[in-house]
């Protein structure tokens, strides 16, 4: 089973331990020799996902937006993404250049275009700027993938 992940950064404390209980009861329902997790790798749910689904037992691919995605994330989570930039057994590219809102579209819509399944970490509201979770969630949903949405009941995001 090939698993993608997308999710809003950012999260307060508390919504980001309630949602990492729901991801990894998400993954234990999936048996580690078949499960791959395709992500971006960003700081929260993209990075998260991956962690859980290497624990898990499973095996990871990574889908990289622009070759300056690295750089435009947290400086604090560059090493995170290294070391699971360096566990995947496969890295997908766009092929572009500049890190912007086109480009993480770009990647997720590859990222979705290998899964089988979409999890998305999402309050169900429209996103804030394009490429965002929602705009995600909906292409997963008009290409035909389906998606299982992971978000903590009452929990909001600032």
Request: hydrophobic share 45%.
């Amino acid at each position: 089973m090939r698993l993608g992940i997308t999710g809003h950064r950012g999260l307060t404390a508390q919504v980001e331990e309630e949602a990492r209980a729901l991801l990894a009861d998400t993954i234990r329902q999936f048996a580690p020799a078949e499960l791959c997790g395709v992500s971006c790798l960003a700081d929260g749910p993209d990075a998260w996902f991956v962690e859980m689904v290497i624990e898990h037992g499973g095996r990871c691919e990574a889908v990289v937006p622009a070759e300056e995605y690295r750089a435009g994330l947290p400086a604090w989570h560059h090493a995170t993404y290294d070391a699971l930039l360096a566990k995947a057994v496969r890295v997908h590219a766009t092929g572009l250049h500049r890190s912007d809102a086109q480009a993480h579209m770009a990647g997720s819509e590859i990222l979705v275009s290998l899964v089988d399944r979409l999890i998305a970490v999402w309050d169900g509201l429209p996103a804030r700027g394009y490429g965002g979770t929602a705009d995600v969630v909906a292409y997963a949903e008009r290409t035909g993938v389906p998606v299982t949405v992971v978000w903590p009941e009452g929990a909001t995001r600032d």
